[in-house]
Structure formats: structure tokens, C-alpha cells
């Protein structure tokens, strides 16, 4: 297993931020990278049609042999995880949900939290489950905000546009009288505008998704004995999209500290 | 023919503004409309891709005995128009891009025409070409300008918002110093944003895709003698959606000026 590689896969490229977390904590292995381009985005499809697109694409990269699935996707952990699970059989899967609830809960230290999402992840309640689980704060309290207009702001690499600055302050302003001192980004695409977050919300701790599932992947690596043994001089990266591969790249290189391949077409739907 | 229903299709629901132009012009008529919930945007996606959704998309509508098709969807009506006339054989295909394009010539003064779009529908250039083909002006000019964030504000019920004036404004600046006398709204969205649209660019005519194309429904149905004789006391709307019908006909259902009766699943995909 110790040299198989990572398969790593989200709705469209906002998982590109997790594997930019998984290469700067694990840059000796091998990634395969499953963007679902052809259907993207997720986050506004039934739960039923999530657990459909959720199990092609842990059957893609199953058939590539992978030993670990990350599902790069916020909107796949939320509600098609029992289907990736499935699909996965005795390979572990890493998903967003518990990793960054966990830290979540760790950095806070009133107990008082934010989330912010994607409608459908911020609906599903996950990471307010999954926080209510370390119930040790008696006043624990997780407060909600989905953000839609984030996403195409990413997309559309407009993070620095005035445009932006109005739209954050008016999601964020939920937050004002909270008083929470951690708030978790539950959505890939929110670590690139981490800087904007910041600047409105100054002195609370944000929380990475991808960071923090990172982590768990090292550590499961590590307990199996399954870290790749090998230094390599450049990432090791393969990547697929469902839809024609096209210029949809241009802009996630924007945002990356990192090369990225050239992509191919991954025929699954 | 006279009574069967007419076929309309979208990739979702901005196709709904074509639907409540035909409404308006032809009341009596049964209409049938489908949008590809589960595999929206297409605006994103490879050409082979859009093709392969309209003719499936049109061959959903041919089964329930249309007598015409509406592509109520400018992505479609520019990149995969070729699929849904082969999928429709005799039956006659309205499209958003002739009837639009005429129309912005023939309002048209100084030749001076702008077309505002998704990045697919204006990178295509099918309504610059489209417009180009009437060049009895000297000067015939046309300026196009993508708007990639219009979709997701009207979706996000966000056209009041500051914000939406600020994107407005830069996006539309382009056409500050252009002197152009007509603007082409190439997305069946934007026609909800046309407010916002008149207030930065006033004295500017406002050319609207699906009350163009209403127009030509209608004369297509008369020529054939194919309006339907009888008179209706209310609007016959089918609807179809490809994912689980959910709330995401909410936000659509504010926009518009008539009762939407409740989705039904289309499988086609």
C-alpha cells in the first residue's frame, strides 16, 4: 500500500485547496485528483443525485488503486458519505466533517463557534452535529451562516472587488454579536478568501477544512505504516475531469502555491 | 397539432423568463417545461457536453408530443442548437439567438449594439455573428461583455443588494464610452435584472431574448395555423425538473408573475 496513491476527488476545483493542505503536509506522495467538472457545483443538487455522483467518483478512483479516498468536498461529506464509504469497502476515507469539527472545537475556547457553508452544507447541519458531539462547554453554542455568493466570487477571482467586501460583511455580520472566537470554513472554496474573512472578523481563529483533514490523512497513513517511502523532487500529481478539460483551470492556478498538470477527461458520466 | 403542448427547455430556471414571455404573448397555449436541475449550469461546461444535454433534454420533450421546441437557454441556443434540430426532426425549433438578434438591429439607431452574457454564450460570439449578418450600417459595432456573477445574484434573490450595483457598475463601465444605443440581454436570467441594468445605462433599449423569441413562436404558430383554438381560463404549465423537485423553484417563484404548479421528476440522466 505504501506507495499507491491518494485519490482525492470534490465537485468541481474548490478541493484544490485541500490538496494544496495535503501537499504541503504530505509532499512525497501520490495524488489522483477527480474534479467533477461536467456537473459541478453539487451544493444545489438533491441528496439522492449527491450520493449518485459521490459513488462514480470513488468507483473512478478506486479502479486506480488508490489506498486512501479524500473527499475533497464539503457537500459530498455532508450527505453522500455512507455512499463513498460503500464504494471504498476496506479503504479509509477522509472526509471534511469530523476533521474540522474536531479542531474546531479544540481552538474554541468559549465554546462559541461559526460555520459557514454552502446552503446545502449549512441545511445538513453536519458540522453543527458534529460539534455538538464534544459537548464538555456547557454553554456550547454553533452558530450558521451560508454564504452562496462565495463560491462564483472565487470562481471569478473577484475576492479583491469592492463587490466582495459588501457581500462578506453583510454574510459575516451574523457573527457581530455572537461573540464567537472560532469560525470554520466548511466549504473548499472559503480558505481563498481567508484574508477578506480575517479583515472582517479580526481576532477569531479560522479553521481549514482541507488542513485539518490533512492531518487526519498523515495520521492514519502513519498508524497503518502506509507513508510513502520515497523523497520525491517534484509533487506527483495526476488529474481528471469529468467534462472536456478547458480553460476552468486558469483560475484555480490563480490561487495555487503549486504546479499543476495538464488535466484529462474522466469518463464516468 | 393546434393542440398539443409546446416544448421549453433550460439548463434551470432562468428559462422560466422565456416561459412567462410566452405566457404573456400566447395564453392559451399548453406548455411543457423541463430544466436540467441536477446538471445545472451548462454555461460552464465543454461544448460536446451542452450538446449531448440538449438532445437529451429534447428528446425528454419530443416523447410528450410537442408541436415545437423553445430552447429557452442561450448556452444551448449557441453550442448545442445543431443536437436539439436533429433530435426534433419536422418539428420547428425556436432558439434565443436570431429572434434577439433581429430584434436588437431592428432597434438599433447608430448600429451601436452591446450583448451582455455568460462567458460560454459571449466567448461563442453566436449573437455577434448573429447581429453581424444585418450589416446594412457602415459602423455596425457590436460590444459583448460577460457578467458571470448575474446568475448567482438573481439566484441568491440578491438584485437590491449594494453589491449587486457595484458588479453591475464594473461590468457593465465597458459600455460607458461605446455610444451604443441597444443592449442584448443574452441570458434568460438577466431580464430580472433589467431595473438595475436601466438605471446605469439609461436611454439605452433593452432587448429582452424570450419576448423576442415570443414573438416568433407565435408568428411560426400562426403561419401554420397551429395556436390552439380554444380559450383557457388558466395558464396549462407542466413542469419537469431532472433532480428531486425541492425548493431551489422558491426563488423562481419570486420573480415571477404567475402560479407555477408543482415539479415532477424528469429521469434522463
Given amino acids: 500500500m505504501k506507495n499507491s496513491p491518494i485519490g482525492v476527488f470534490d465537485s468541481g476545483i474548490g478541493g484544490l485547496s485541500v490538496l494544496s493542505e495535503l501537499v504541503k503536509l504530505l509532499p512525497n506522495e501520490e495524488y489522483i485528483y477527480l474534479g467533477d467538472t461536467a456537473r459541478v457545483p453539487w451544493g444545489n443538487k438533491s441528496i439522492s443525485t449527491i450520493k449518485e455522483y459521490s459513488r462514480e467518483c470513488t468507483e473512478f478512483l478506486m479502479d486506480k488503486d488508490v489506498k486512501m479516498i479524500v473527499v475533497a468536498c464539503n457537500t459530498a461529506s455532508s450527505l453522500g458519505i455512507d455512499s463513498v464509504q460503500h464504494a471504498a469497502g476496506k479503504i479509509p476515507v477522509v472526509e471534511m466533517i469530523l476533521p474540522a469539527a474536531e479542531a474546531a472545537y479544540k481552538s474554541s475556547v468559549n465554546g462559541k463557534i461559526g460555520v459557514i457553508g454552502t446552503k446545502a452544507t449549512v441545511r445538513s447541519n453536519a458540522y453543527q452535529n458534529a460539534i455538538a458531539k464534544y459537548n464538555t462547554f456547557d454553554n456550547l453554542k454553533v452558530f450558521q451562516q451560508a454564504c452562496p455568493l462565495f463560491v462564483p466570487i472565487v470562481e471569478e477571482a473577484m475576492i479583491?472587488?469592492?463587490?466582495?467586501?459588501?457581500?462578506?460583511?453583510?454574510?459575516?455580520?451574523?457573527?457581530?454579536?455572537?461573540?464567537?472566537?472560532?469560525?470554520?470554513?466548511?466549504?473548499?472554496?472559503?480558505?481563498?478568501?481567508?484574508?477578506?474573512?480575517?479583515?472582517?472578523?479580526?481576532?477569531?481563529?479560522?479553521?481549514?477544512?482541507?488542513?485539518?483533514?490533512?492531518?487526519?490523512?498523515?495520521?492514519?497513513?502513519?498508524?497503518?505504516?502506509?507513508?510513502?517511502?520515497?523523497?520525491?523532487?517534484?509533487?506527483?500529481?495526476?488529474?481528471?475531469?469529468?467534462?472536456?478539460?478547458?480553460?476552468?483551470?486558469?483560475?484555480?492556478?490563480?490561487?495555487?502555491?503549486?504546479?499543476?498538470?495538464?488535466?484529462?477527461?474522466?469518463?464516468?458520466?
Fill in 160 to 269: 479583491k472587488h469592492p463587490a466582495a467586501k459588501l457581500i462578506a460583511e453583510d454574510y459575516l455580520s451574523v457573527f457581530k454579536d455572537s461573540n464567537i472566537d472560532t469560525l470554520l470554513l466548511a466549504c473548499t472554496h472559503y480558505p481563498f478568501m481567508s484574508e477578506l474573512i480575517a479583515e472582517i472578523l479580526p481576532n477569531i481563529r479560522l479553521i481549514d477544512t482541507g488542513n485539518a483533514a490533512s492531518r487526519q490523512v498523515f495520521n492514519i497513513l502513519k498508524e497503518n505504516d502506509w507513508l510513502h517511502d520515497q523523497i520525491k523532487d517534484k509533487l506527483s500529481i495526476e488529474l481528471y475531469c469529468t467534462d472536456t478539460p478547458s480553460d476552468f483551470l486558469s483560475t484555480a492556478r490563480t490561487y495555487l502555491s503549486f504546479e499543476l498538470p495538464q488535466a484529462k477527461k474522466a469518463d464516468i458520466c
